[in-house]
């Protein structure tokens, strides 16, 4: 009988221990489920600001895009518009060569005249300037 009742001593003693240590599995896995729900909802936050980064970064990338463009086309258009100013200042230039060489020969012109008693603008070089001898003797503009 004293062995049946060390038995049962043991055994209840062992169940306490098996109890005891089930109690404390039971806590820590409750304890690493509430961890776990933790990291769930701070990967759901960082994915969320990963996605809104990305999106930031794409944004910034077309823009960036949008921003080369403009600048090519503008660069493009300098360009159309440098070599257009070079053609009107070569232009203008030949005018005032034309002007100054029709201001010369108007001026070495003054007192020269044609049988009829007018220069004549073919004889005084004149017909570059525009100036056509006219029926009436005198060169007009």
Do not use: M, P, W
């Amino acid at each position: 009988r004293a062995n049946l009742q060390a038995t049962r001593e043991e055994l209840q003693a062992r169940i306490q221990q098996e109890l005891h240590l089930e109690g404390r599995a039971s806590d820590e896995h409750l304890s690493l489920g509430t961890d776990l729900k933790i990291l769930e909802a701070e990967v759901a936050e960082l994915h969320l600001a990963l996605t809104a980064a990305t999106a930031r970064r794409e944004a910034a990338a077309a823009e960036l895009q949008a921003c080369r463009f403009a600048a090519d086309r503008a660069s493009d258009n300098t360009k159309v518009l440098r070599a257009q100013i070079t053609a009107e200042e070569i232009d203008c230039q030949r005018l005032r060569a034309q002007e100054t060489s029709c201001r010369s020969a108007a001026g070495s012109a003054t007192g020269f005249a044609d049988d009829d008693g007018a220069g004549s603008a073919k004889s005084l070089g004149l017909s570059s300037c525009g100036v056509q001898s006219s029926a009436g003797g005198s060169g007009s503009r």
